[in-house]
T-cell receptor, first 109, second 113 residues
Framework: LAKTTQPISMDSYEGQEVNITCSHN???????ITWYQQFPSQGPRFIIQ???TKVTNEVASLFIPADRKSSTLSLPRVSLSDTAVYYC??????????FGKGTMLLVSP | EADIYQTPRYLVIGTGKKITLECSQT?????MYWYQQDPGMELHLIHY???????EKGDLSSESTVSRIRTEHFPLTLESARPSHTSQYLC????????????FGSGTQLSVL
């Protein structure tokens, strides 16, 4: 399983764009990159998933360079409600997915 | 929105009691998981299942057991609860496929006194 490395924490202010980068140097050919968001006392919630290049949905964008050894989750114009832990997972459907420590994002007024 | 339910939401119980945490999903997903998470800490996979009659142990050793008699149901049982079992237990499900997406329940916060 590809291991991931993310910053432990990040700080931002309301209205700013936040970019969280995840390193996954030993990503396999069949692996997808998936990001989850978790609020305290709740289960993680799927945000976005990609395989290569760029993916965008109503919540975030995911940028994946050609070598796929890293990925960047971009949250446009964050609000206080975006304060949460964000997890980057790398894997494919026939393996178990391991959550790391994630990135604690704190958004301040 | 995903339909995966966990009950109870909170449980406070005495040492030595047998407990079962319920998890059900209505999405027809084959894969189901149990994760354990302490406050501020990472999620640890303790059990998973690929389908009916399939159960596997996860990365973190656990004294709990699971069963998968029906696709939609994946209960977790502790035969004799201890204070060290105090934690949040999260159930999840997914389809089997290359781009697996996990859907989580709201969790059960277990406190063993």
């Amino acid at each position: 399983l590809a291991k991931t490395t993310q910053p432990i924490s990040m700080d931002s202010y309301e209205g700013q764009e936040v970019n969280i980068t995840c390193s996954h140097n030993n990503i396999a050919t069949n692996d997808y990159i998936t990001w989850y968001q978790q609020f305290p006392s709740q289960g993680p919630r799927f945000i976005i998933q990609g395989y290569k290049t760029k993916v965008t949905n109503e919540v975030a964008s995911l940028f994946i360079p050609a070598d796929r050894k890293s990925s960047t989750l971009s949250l446009p114009r964050v609000s206080l409600s975006d304060t949460a832990v964000y997890y980057c997972l790398v894997g494919e459907g026939y393996s178990t997915l391991t959550f790391g420590k994630g990135t604690m994002l704190l958004v301040s007024p | 929105e995903a339909d995966i339910y966990q009950t109870p939401r909170y449980l406070v119980i005495g040492t030595g009691k047998k407990i079962t945490l319920e998890c059900s999903q209505t999405m027809g997903h084959d894969k189901m998981y149990w994760y354990q998470q302490d406050p501020g800490m990472e999620l640890h996979l303790i059990h998973y299942s690929y389908g009916v009659n399939s159960t596997e142990k996860g990365d973190l050793s656990s004294e709990s057991t699971v069963s998968r008699i029906r696709t939609e149901h994946f209960p977790l049982t502790l035969e004799s609860a201890r204070p060290s079992h105090t934690s949040q237990y999260l159930c999840a499900s997914s389809e089997v496929g290359g781009n697996e997406k996990l859907f989580f329940g709201s969790g059960t916060q277990l406190s063993v006194l």
